[in-house]
């Protein structure tokens, strides 16, 4: 089948009926918001990435930042909801942009989309494995060093990648369920109990959201967010795609923007919004867990120590299953070995190219354990940059992509739906992007030349996957 075919208009990207290179599943829509979620890994964000916004960013001005990014995520979800009714594929930013800009663009945001997701999970491997040698050392276990657990993790994520993503489903369902019960748990008792100085809403205010350095605080709004297209790449394998798409896609943005909103309002009444940037400065690592112990007790804080590492399984596990999608879907439009489209028989699920994933997770994660860096000042912080860039890029081609589709297509007329929302997200999300860069390099450490190298990385992958995509062409 030809690539344009693959993505003709309301069309699924498949092989015909019994081919091999057809996904199959039953993933509903609380499947792929589990999924998505998974991606945003609540209970890190809480307990990691919130206290480091608190501190560098705009202290108690947090919940309003996860808000903006919430509702410019929602605005830009109106025109990717209604593009998912025109193309179903296993790689949605790549198949979005393909449709609407054309190959060479598509291939581009194929190439970004598998750096963002790649680094993420590296970064998330250095956090997950520093965090587990911690705790097994906080219980008594075996000091180990931490690239170690990094393999031991990845091993699982590999087992249960190569499997049907029903499997998957079901995991991150139970370890989402436990880790969203605590996070709601605390902030229920901190309200329930007026917080540190009384119940207040000042973190809603503008002065608030102005005060420090919202743009950094947006930056991590909207990485808290990563994870975001799962809403699509897994519409070959749901029950019904025109349907579950777009309502898991506003489902996830609306529960994950609350979420986060309500559980970083209660972190910040925890310990007063007069003093919570200060006690984050000055204990950032710890700010949450402290929160716990105050307001659950020393037991649930321990609970919380363990359920993060659970937490930031199920975003490995999540974001495993998103770059093995892409490989499928770039291997099945001829723009990557064959056998990576592979189906296997009995679990329906692309397991070459997982295990291709794990091999290359493997050797990143590796390079940096070679050089003797900083599991979490290094690999997670340059990594999760680099992912919070690209990841912002491939949103503003895809809304782009999303009007230029409607506007040539004619077939879908609503003002709404493919005219006014995919412009106002495309401008919300420049906005962002802008912010972000300009914070980019307080980011990975304050240093210029690092953030042009990571930034330049970008970049020549975009441009790289155009090459490469034009050469397997020309074969």
């Not at 995520?73 to 909801?81: E, I, K, P, R, T």
Request: charged letters at 10%; a neutral charge.
């Amino acid at each position: 089948m030809t690539e344009e075919g693959r993505f003709g208009k309301g069309t699924r990207t498949t092989e015909p009926t019994g081919g091999s290179t057809a996904l199959r599943g039953s993933i509903g829509v609380g499947g792929i918001v589990f999924l998505v979620i998974a991606g945003a890994a609540p209970l890190t964000a809480v307990a990691g990435s919130l206290p480091v916004m608190i501190a560098t960013g705009n202290g108690a001005g947090a919940p309003l930042a996860y808000i903006c990014a919430a509702v410019v995520l929602l605005v830009f979800s109106v025109g990717y909801a209604t593009m998912s009714g025109a193309v179903t594929d296993a790689g949605a930013f790549y198949a979005y942009v393909t449709k609407g800009l054309g190959r060479d663009p598509g291939l581009g945001a194929a190439g970004v989309a598998l750096l963002a997701y790649t680094t993420i999970q590296a970064a998330i491997y250095g956090l997950a494995a520093s965090t587990l040698r911690d705790v097994v050392a906080k219980f008594g276990g075996p000091d180990l060093p931490w690239w170690l657990w990094a393999f031991v993790l990845m091993a699982l994520v590999g087992v249960l990648g190569y499997r049907s993503i029903d499997l998957g489903v079901k995991v991150l369902g139970v370890l989402l369920a436990a880790e969203i019960a605590l996070i709601v748990a605390l902030s229920a008792a901190v309200l329930f109990r007026g917080g540190a100085h009384g119940v207040d809403t000042v973190s809603f205010t503008p002065s608030a959201f102005f005060s420090g350095s919202p743009g950094i605080a947006l930056m991590f709004a909207i990485g808290s967010f990563v994870g975001f297209e799962a809403t699509a790449l897994y519409g070959e394998e749901s029950r019904d795609p025109r349907r579950t798409v777009p309502r898991a896609t506003y489902v996830s943005v609306i529960t994950v923007g609350v979420l986060y909103a309500l559980a970083s309002w209660a972190v910040v009444l925890a310990f007063g919004s007069d003093r919570v940037a200060d006690t984050a400065r000055q204990d950032a690592a710890g700010l949450t867990i402290t929160a716990a112990t105050r307001f659950l007790g020393p037991v649930a804080a321990d609970v919380m120590l363990v359920m993060l590492v659970t937490s930031l399984f199920a975003a490995l596990l999540a974001f495993h299953n998103a770059i093995v999608r892409y490989l499928f879907a770039l291997s099945r439009s001829g723009h990557a070995p064959a056998a990576l489209a592979t189906v296997h028989p009995r679990h329906s699920s692309p397991h070459v190219g997982s295990l291709v994933q794990t091999a290359g997770a493997a050797v990143l994660v590796g390079a940096f354990a070679l050089a003797g860096s900083d599991p979490v000042l290094q690999l997670f912080t340059w990594m999760a940059g680099v992912s919070i860039v690209s990841i912002l890029l491939l949103m503003v081609l895809t809304s782009v992509a999303i009007i230029v589709y409607f506007r040539r297509d004619g077939s879908d007329t609503r003002l709404w739906q493919t005219r006014i929302a995919p412009v106002l997200g495309t401008l919300g999300l420049l906005g962002i992007t802008a912010l972000v860069i300009s914070n980019f390099t307080t980011l990975i450490d304050g240093s210029p030349t690092l953030a042009g190298i990571l930034l330049t990385l970008i970049a020549t992958t975009f441009l790289a996957a155009i090459a490469y995509g034009r050469l397997t062409s020309d074969r």
